[in-house]
């Protein structure tokens, strides 16, 4: 062998002994990341760690909807109240084609801004940047965008960098999604966090397996599946409601309370989303979900502290006490034309199929065994094309039981979510002046009055802030996941095996008249305004 050949052989060695060692170091700062990782810090303390890294926001399925109209100005939202880090950046992620400035345009479109904050705008859209790829599963356009965010302002950033990766993309998509990510979406100088939109599966099976396999992919301290509910405002406020305030506890028991009604309701149809919702319908797209969560922060023990971990123990212990759901607990229904003809039914659409048993409209009655609810029905409804848009709850108490006033009527606690802000107690007063009449007063905080000048951040916009602080407060835990389907899946199951017919209702009504039976049966009572009663 001459010398030549014996140096080529020597490089050759040392560069695979290089590239053997880049390996190694590679690996080594993975491990050190999943390690700093899984090391419990409070918000505060992730807070103040994050403070001066770069934060690049990955928004996969950039192009759609939910991202135009929720995701894009909720980001904006915090980067106009400074709660970004400074060196933070945002990537649509998309199968759409466009340039940066077509997609800057596209992300400012459902933004709304005051007076004077034209500049914040301009400074948001420079922060804007656009990656198209062929497929979720592909990792040729991921790994490129993942090298540019590293040669940008990771790369000046001196304390490493973070990545949040926002999932806007059907279920269906999650897991190639994720494959990808895992393979070369990560940052090894900081944390990787996912959020992960609903539907989570399709009933307890699916949700399992897909549980699992986004198991296999990141740990459940990385996973942030959105349910949108736990950012309202007045949801945040159910915990205060019922653990700072000494005068409901005493009361907060079957002795006391006779029902619960959880009401979520749209004066509008499935128009522009027909095809999507009429795969899931309303148990799954609303009752499973959003009216369990209201649920559970009502029904639920004083948790041992307000951890995340704490909280969503304590949900999911009043969850386990829930039986499965049985069909005789159960009216479903669906929408058809208004009796003026000026709405169509839900089978007139065209993305509907004409023999559709999906339902737009679910009451459920729920009974949690246990010795503070036991024999008190907690009634979910939830309704599209009804006959107004809210979304509340109504704790109503018992009938009092003097003699003194036999037609005053119950008292009700009632918490309003949407649209307007609100909690007001229903009780009795004599009517002013020479009436001995009793009428039914509201001792009220409506929020828009009372706060007027506070400002109210969009429930995405809390939930995105949380996940970047790493706190899962507001966010579902897959046994908590599980135990919410546990109950629903049988019912769902046999209204699909028996194809069980929903009933009629007109567009715009209140729904099927078997519904307000069946919670009338219950003990149910609409109240009254005025109770003709001589004091």
Known sequence: MDRSESLHLENETLRHKLSLAEQQVACLE???ASIRDVVPVSPEQQAEEDKDKALSIIVLGASGDLAKKKTFPSIFG??????LPQQARVYGYARRNMSNEEFREQVTEYIKIKPGEEETLKAFKDICFYFATESYSSTKELSALSEQMKSGTEKEASNGANRLFYLALPPVAFVDACSAIRKVGCTTTGWNRIIVEKPFGHDEASSEKLSKELGVLFREDQLFRIDHYLGKEMVQNLMVLRFANSIWEPMWNRQYIKNVKITFKEDFGVSGRAGYFDQYGIIRDV???????????????????????????????????IPPLMLNDLVVGQYGPSPDGKHRGYHDDPEVPKDSITPTFAQAILWINNPRWHGVPFILKCAKA??????????????????????AQRNELVIKVQPAEAVYVKVMNKTPGLSSNLVISDLDLTYNEKFADRYTPDAYERLILEAIRGDH?????????????RIFTPALHKLEEEKIMPLKYPFGSYGPVEAVEQIEALGWKRLAVEAQSKV
Do not use: C, Y
């Not at 915090?78 to 709660?83: G, N, P, V």
């Not at 499973?288 to 704490?310: C, K, R, V, W």
């Not at 107004?388 to 037609?407: S, V």
């Open 78 to 83: 915090l980067f106009r109240e400074k709660l």
């Open 386 to 407: 009804v006959d107004e848009r809210k979304a509340e709850i109504r704790i109503q108490f018992r009938d009092n039981p003097g003699h003194l006033f036999p037609n």
């Open 30 to 32: 993975s491990s050190l």
């Open 287 to 321: 009752m499973q979900n959003h009216l369990m969560q209201l649920l559970t922060l009502i029904g639920m023990e004083q948790p041992l502290s307000l951890a995340a971990e704490d909280v969503r123990d304590a949900k999911v212990r009043v969850l386990r006490s």
């Open 473 to 485: 407060n507001l966010f579902v835990r897959s046994d908590e996941l599980s135990a919410a389907w």
